[in-house]
């Protein structure tokens, strides 16, 4: 019996129905986002600190869709405790490391105005069968920050002109940018990340020892490669042109990075 279990409670191949219901946590943070927005749309009190909450409150929204992805795809693929440790309610709490996971994400989107990569849930790859159901389970989750990149834009592409505060559509320009980031991170071939994770069940066996023994330190390796001027520059050089491709507004995001740091105005 697991902390989910009450006698008599329904079950869904053999997992509480507890383990599928959306947390406390996560309701709250859906609550926050439409609460901040609405409050940003009706320029209500303080509008840079109504963007803040937007922005932060939306960013981890996302972050638990992303990690819920990985979960629900991993659980149809074959591993069933995922449902028992809890990864299907979308409480961020949840996550292996929640400093990791959400602290430092928010961080860097406060500072840096970057989506890192956040959350982490683990999957029982021995009880999932077939390299190809590997792979997706650690495409779930970019792809659905491609999913949520998509729809942003479009918003952005039909809102600012019909009506609404620049305020607003500064702080849905921030949250499209951070997407377009995270997407393409979640996609770069490094051990550990998403995008590494995609291709580790394709190995040869001496890489993919190779792979596993790097695994553990794929943000360090992530930071370093960020930090380095030529390769950082490449890459936010990728993430821009890729944002004008899909006619996002520099001048919203920038507006919007400028507006959720409140402390400074």
């Known amino acids: 019996m697991t902390g989910h279990d009450r006698p008599g409670e329904p079950l869904v ?8 219901r959306p947390s406390p946590v996560f309701l709250a943070l859906v609550a926050l986002f439409v609460t901040s927005g609405a409050l940003t749309w009706q320029r209500f009190g303080n509008v840079r600190f109504d963007v803040f909450l937007f922005v932060v409150s939306g960013w981890l929204v996302s972050l638990c869709l992303h990690e819920y992805a990985h979960a629900v795809v991993a659980y149809r693929s074959g591993d069933r405790d995922i449902a028992h440790r809890g990864y299907l309610t979308l409480n961020p709490f949840k996550y292996t490391n929640p400093l990791l996971s959400i602290v430092l994400p928010v961080i860097v989107v406060l500072l840096g105005g970057i989506g890192l990569p956040g959350g982490a849930v683990w999957v029982d790859r021995h009880a999932i069968p077939g390299r ?39 702080g849905l320009g921030l949250l499209a940018f951070l997407q377009l980031t ?30 596993d023994l790097f695994a553990p330190f794929g943000f360090i390796l992530l930071f370093a490669l960020l930090w380095n001027p030529a390769i950082g520059g490449r890459f936010f050089d990728a993430v821009f042109w890729l944002a004008d491709l899909l006619g996002l507004s520099p001048g919203l995001y920038l507006l919007g990075l400028e507006l959720i740091r409140f402390w400074q105005g």
């Open 182 to 211: 995270a997407s393409v991170l979640n996609l770069l071939p490094v051990p550990g990340l998403d995008g590494g994770n995609m291709i580790q069940p394709w190995l040869s066996p001496q890489y993919r020892r190779m792979y």
């Open 13 to 20: 191949l053999g997992v509480p129905r507890a383990a599928f």
């Open 132 to 170: 190809l159901r590997h792979t997706l389970v650690s495409l779930a989750g970019p792809a659905t920050n491609v999913l949520f990149t998509l729809l942003l834009v479009a918003a952005l592409l039909i809102g600012p002109g019909v009506a609404g505060p620049t305020e607003f559509w500064a």
